[in-house]
């Protein structure tokens, strides 16, 4: 962890990233620096950020570091990343790679963001590729499930996925509380003899890897269920459930309020069900969750929507302040100096 006065989690946010920046990202990164135990540092072009200011006040724990370009959503991510090694995501991961700060946010470029992480942080050892893991809420009240990957890697080996499930125990168990996590490998069906060559070679690593607590296939309608705490599937498969994902919960959202208040019975219900419906926007709002976590890199990455607006950098922000306090990185790193990597050894545990 980069060294402050007070120890705190220092996350360097990509003010130059997304369809709302900077204003957005400043305002999110604002109200973190005031409710939660964080320093904020501001990457990007310093006259933008500065005119920002001029209009509210800027709190003591948010720093300016200026950065004189940004990757745009037209560019080629590796491209970018190389043409411009002065863009705001590659200067935010140089100050982690510096231990001048220990997280990055940002809602630019997902692919510019992978390939600065991959670039400059590089992977964790023991780590064949990086995964994308998306926390979503489930049936049961107060528990969410992680997916991953759900887009760094279309094409997948099954040792990829073995070592998802790895970093989605140590993440569930360390951050999102989880005694004893349940893992499930996306499927066609329960059975083990279901799905392609993929699944099925995947379906006998994680069976035989006592390190894993696989319980089984999970259908599509099993994710949301609580029945699982990781879900381990290939990139492509992942994006696709995150995304329909995203959308019923937009969906439903906006059908209860075109619907509660029609009609004086409406208005009334819609009242007296208002503190209701704000607790199911919260659980089904992504903006809850701020955004996707980058497994496998030295560093703390967290990947947010392009459309985040304040409340989702805030999440996002608070989001890499848990996995820095909760040391994911270093739980990984430490769990694979720990264990070889063939099956039947020890189940998971602390580092």
Do not use: W
């Amino acid at each position: 962890m980069a060294e402050t006065a007070s120890n705190r989690a220092r996350i360097a946010v990509d003010a130059m990233g997304g369809d709302h920046a900077p204003n957005e990202i400043i305002a999110g990164s604002i109200r973190a620096s005031e409710e939660l135990d964080v320093d904020v540092l501001l990457v990007g072009d310093e006259r933008q950020i500065e005119a920002y200011f001029q209009h509210h006040p800027r709190p003591k724990n948010v720093e300016i570091v200026h950065a004189e370009d940004v990757i745009t959503m037209e560019e080629e991510p590796l491209v970018g990343i190389r043409r411009k090694p002065k863009a705001s995501i590659n200067v935010a991961m140089d100050m982690v790679k510096q231990n001048r700060a220990d997280a990055v946010v940002s809602a630019g470029h997902s692919g510019a963001a992978m390939a600065s992480a991959l670039l400059r942080l590089g992977r964790l050892k023991g780590i064949d590729r990086p995964a994308i893991g998306a926390v979503l809420p489930t049936m049961l009240a107060g528990k969410s499930v992680i997916v991953l990957d759900v887009g760094a890697n279309v094409d997948c080996k099954p040792k990829y996925l073995e070592q998802f499930a790895i970093m989605g125990t140590i993440y569930s168990k360390y951050v999102m509380g989880v005694e004893d996590p349940k893992v499930g490998l996306l499927n066609i069906g329960e059975e083990s003899t279901k799905g392609d060559d993929l699944a099925l070679k995947t379906h006998e690593l994680l069976s035989a890897n006592e390190r894993i607590p696989f319980i089984g296939n999970a259908e599509g309608r099993d994710v949301l269920s609580g029945q699982f705490d990781v879900i381990v599937c290939d990139g492509f498969v992942g994006n696709v459930l995150l995304k329909f994902a995203e959308a019923v919960g937009g969906i439903i959202l906006q059908i209860l309020k075109e619907e509660l208040p029609r009609g004086i019975h409406g208005q009334i219900g819609s009242a007296l069900l208002k503190p209701n419906l704000k607790r199911l926007k919260q659980r089904m709002d992504h903006a809850e969750h701020g955004g996707a976590l980058l497994f496998g890199v030295d560093g703390i990455c967290v990947i947010s929507h392009g459309s985040s607006q304040a409340p989702s950098i805030f999440s996002a922000i608070r989001q890499a302040k848990n996995a820095v306090d909760n040391r994911v990185s270093e739980r990984i790193q430490a769990y694979n100096d720990h264990h070889h990597p063939s099956p039947k050894v020890s189940a998971v545990a602390e580092p």
